[in-house]
């Protein structure tokens, strides 16, 4: 078995213990692995969406990373049919974004947001499979 360094911070790092301990994870390791597993199944069910699709994107981040969801929203004005902005306590905000057309397009923003370090939780909701 590989081994790999990896280097977190203490926000993330206290998040992985507290979870490897209320899920009973045998330790971080373990936890990790459970993740790639839950990334990798989540990328393969994406995979297979084919044709145009609907769904809600829903994004949350910190309010002053709103330029950096403003650019990523103009890129897929085409997909983008309803956007909502709700601003969560006093410094956090909640995207969500009405998505319809092709799957690709909607994998490319998904993807893009997720790989957007700012961003602190993407979730994509797939509510129509036309075919």
């Not at 769904?55 to 890129?75: A, F, G, I, P």
């Amino acid at each position: 078995m590989g081994i790999i360094s990896v280097s977190l911070n203490n926000n993330v790092l206290d998040e992985m213990n507290k979870i490897q301990k209320e899920m009973g994870f045998s330790g971080r390791s373990e936890l990790i692995r459970a993740g790639i597993r839950m990334l990798s199944n989540d990328k393969l069910e994406k995979s297979k969406l084919t044709g145009n699709i609907g769904c809600v994107l829903s994004v949350t981040h910190d309010e002053k990373d709103e330029n950096n969801v403003t650019e990523l929203k103009h890129q897929f004005f085409d997909v983008i049919k309803t956007h909502v902005h709700y601003k969560l306590g006093t410094k956090k905000c909640l995207e969500l974004f009405v998505l319809d057309g092709s799957a690709d397009r909607i994998r490319n923003v998904t993807q893009k947001f997720q790989r957007d370090k700012k961003m602190e939780s993407i979730n994509l909701t797939i509510c129509d499979l036309r075919k």
